[in-house]
């Protein structure tokens, strides 16, 4: 995936049509953890999505013959589709039930599961809804922590969370696919640190034009075509394991 900020012909996020389109297309489903009474923080939800990307990128049933592998790369050479839908209650347990990984934030669970074809999701996952999402933070977000990747959402953009939430799985999973071996495997002995916060309008400009990753999302919900997310510091992974083995002494 090229980090310039023109889109390659043939990238995943594009609105126009490319060659990934005429793939057999596949969506990566994201389910999060809402109960009423006690809903998760945005922020907390926004991160843990992304990281429950990078989980599922970098697990071993996704990897060579594993039995994830071909829904893996069957999905990541059409669109670049995530969906995010809540459940909660017997709805959550149920999804549970199903094959797939559950990682953990603060105050949140967002279970991510292998991709299915765009019109083939589990019964279990195509009942849940995609709206109810709208999160807010209880207290504002801490400064990003400036030595792990930052992914950073356009300001000028209103999203709900479930929509964001795929939004911020777009930008990890480019500062993945940006890394070596020895990269990838420091971010998971990391736990895949990062931040996720929203520019002001001057950073934001700043972003779009040094040469990182960008998410130009390609408008087939809520917000027309157009950039979302920015990743910045996804060089810096490589020191996160050295920062948590010099932490622990």
Do not use: C, Y
Not at 38 to 63: F, H, N, W, Y
Not at 117 to 122: A, N, R, S, T, Y
């Amino acid at each position: 995936m090229s980090s310039d900020p023109t889109p390659a012909d043939d990238s995943p996020f594009r609105s126009d049509p490319t060659s990934r389109d005429e793939a057999p297309q596949f969506v990566l489903p994201l389910v999060v953890h809402i109960e009423k009474a006690a809903p998760p923080a945005r922020t907390d939800a926004l991160e843990t999505a992304a990281r429950a990307v990078l989980t599922i990128l970098s697990d071993e049933r996704s990897l060579g013959d594993g039995e994830w592998a071909q829904a893996m790369r069957d999905w990541q050479d059409a669109r670049i589709r995530k969906v995010v839908r809540r459940a909660r209650g017997a709805e959550w347990r149920r999804a549970e039930a199903l094959p797939g990984i559950t990682v953990t934030g603060r105050s949140v669970e967002v279970r991510v599961f292998p991709p299915v074809p765009l019109d083939g999701w589990p019964k279990d996952l195509a009942r849940l809804q995609v709206s109810g999402t709208d999160l807010d933070d209880p207290e504002p977000p801490a400064p990003a922590d400036p030595t792990a990747p930052v992914l950073w959402l356009n300001p000028e953009l209103d999203m709900s969370a479930g929509k964001t939430m795929a939004q911020t799985g777009h930008g990890a999973q480019l500062a993945w696919w940006e890394l070596s071996e020895k990269e990838r495997a420091a971010w998971r002995d990391a736990d895949f640190a990062l931040s996720v916060r929203t520019a002001d309008p001057a950073r934001w400009r700043e972003l779009t034009t040094f040469g990182g990753p960008l998410v130009r999302d390609a408008g087939f919900t809520e917000i027309a075509p157009g950039l979302t997310v920015a990743v910045e510091g996804h060089d810096r992974v490589s020191a996160l394991t050295e920062r948590a083995q010099h932490s622990a002494g």
